[in-house]
């Protein structure tokens, strides 16, 4: 059952765009004015302030992102004219899920245990729920893009993974398909496992796990690159002629627009993690978006846009994540969002949120916008109190959350009125 709760940060603060040109025509002006006082009389409207396509600013400049060698600042980059003071409304979507993930009126998410899962899809036009994926394996970590959903399926034993891709075609069917097969590698073979799927557009990217059980015995991690349309996948983690060293050291990968990042180590440095970039239309890459030889390791990367975002941690005496930071591909510079517990950030145009975690409130979801006038970070105080694994698109954001050691995980929507 749907359950609604009102949840407030502070008073709606709305705005007004300002546009003035003298080479624009008088009915251009007219037609313009029209939709920035729809946007302003009718809320809803403000859908279509998100819901532009990445920028192509990481494509302009220069492909080997020149590094920023100093310590992150405070962001002071373009803003608003007034402050964001976001408002929205907090719906329950599923109980006993978690993993959620959202394109458009779409959710995606986990239903089931650790051993045991299936995947379901919420329409938020419809209200309809859609089982997508339900055998007595482990199917998780869901992605969807459009009509396209794609998640990993782990064999009973429980060691290695295939990629499946489902794609819509009514409300009511689909067809399901194995992109990336996984195996064993007993015997004498070749052991692959595939996981931790992202996708955008036509693309599906992916982490590749390679275990030979045979001379040289060589075990290593590797991006998938996947296109759709015609079916085929290409190695994008590796320079020509080099499997061997880590260039892959987690199962971070992710895919915006024509970049996709993922997490490797360093090469001034290999005690340290890096964050790793490919471009697709050129197929340059990889390289570091920010190296340097400061003792810092990178983790959980996000992008939309020119903006990268990841987590760093530099008290590795006890692994704790300090530092959630921006880094702006126009500028090359590295901008401080949040210093403490922070993990799981996600991104959309310049709204970023991420999971924290502090003695006085646990684990909350927090937002940001980069580009507000006072730089403030707002949590998301509503039900329940643990709140983790979130994900945005538009003015929509999901998270898991439960009551800990009450009650399972499950499935939220918070919907940005502002």
């Known amino acids: 059952m749907k359950q609604k709760q009102k949840t407030h940060f502070h008073k709606f603060t709305s705005r007004l765009i300002e546009f003035s040109d003298r080479q624009v025509n008088r009915a251009m002006f007219v037609m313009l004015l029209i939709a920035t006082t729809a946007v302003v009389i009718n809320i809803p409207n403000i859908m279509q302030y998100f819901t532009a396509q990445p920028s192509s600013a990481l494509g302009v400049i220069n492909p080997k992102f020149t590094p920023s060698m100093g310590t992150p600042i405070p962001y002071s980059g373009d803003f608003d004219n007034e402050p964001w003071e976001p408002e929205g409304d907090e719906i329950l979507i599923a109980q006993n899920a978690q993993e959620p993930d959202i394109h458009n009126d779409r959710i995606v998410y986990q239903v089931g245990g650790n051993t045991s899962s299936d995947v379901h899809m919420k329409d ?78 036509n693309y599906i990217v992916w982490r590749r796990g390679i275990q030979e059980y045979f001379p040289p015995y060589d075990n290593y991690l590797e991006v998938v690159l996947y296109d759709i349309t015609n079916g085929t996948e290409s190695i994008i983690s590796h320079e020509a002629g080099d499997s061997t060293y880590i260039w892959v050291y987690d199962d971070s990968v992710a895919i915006a627009g024509d970049w996709v990042i993922w997490v490797g180590l360093s090469k001034i440095n290999p005690e340290y993690s890096r964050i790793y970039a490919y471009k697709i239309s050129t197929q340059q890459g990889p390289y570091v978006i920010n190296e340097s030889n400061l003792p810092i390791r990178q983790f959980h990367p996000a992008i939309y846009g020119k903006w990268a975002i990841w987590v760093e ?106």
Request: proline share 4%; charged share 20%.
């Open 124 to 201: 938020l036009n419809t209200g309809e729920t859609k089982v997508i994926a339900d055998t007595l394996n482990f199917e998780g970590n869901a992605k969807i893009y459009d009509k396209n959903i794609v998640w990993h399926e782990q064999d009973p034993d429980g060691n290695i993974n295939s990629i499946l891709l489902h794609q819509l075609i009514t409300g009511e069917t689909g067809e399901t398909k194995v992109i990336a097969q996984g195996e064993s590698g007993f015997g004498g073979g070749t052991e692959i496992d595939n996981r931790s799927p992202d996708i955008y557009g």
């Open 313 to 418: 941690d530099t008290d590795l005496s006890n692994g704790s994540y300090e530092k959630l930071v921006a880094y702006d591909s126009d500028t090359h510079q590295k901008y401080i969002i949040q210093e403490g517990n922070v993990t799981e950030p996600a991104i959309y145009r310049d709204i970023v949120v991420w999971r924290n975690w502090d003695i006085t409130s646990g684990t909350k979801i927090y937002m940001h916008r980069l580009s507000d006038i006072l730089g403030l970070n707002y949590k998301l105080v509503g039900n329940p109190p643990q709140q983790i694994q979130p994900s945005i698109c538009a003015n929509k954001i999901v998270f898991a959350g439960n009551i800990p050691f009450v009650n399972n995980p499950s499935v939220y929507l918070f919907e940005l009125l502002n």
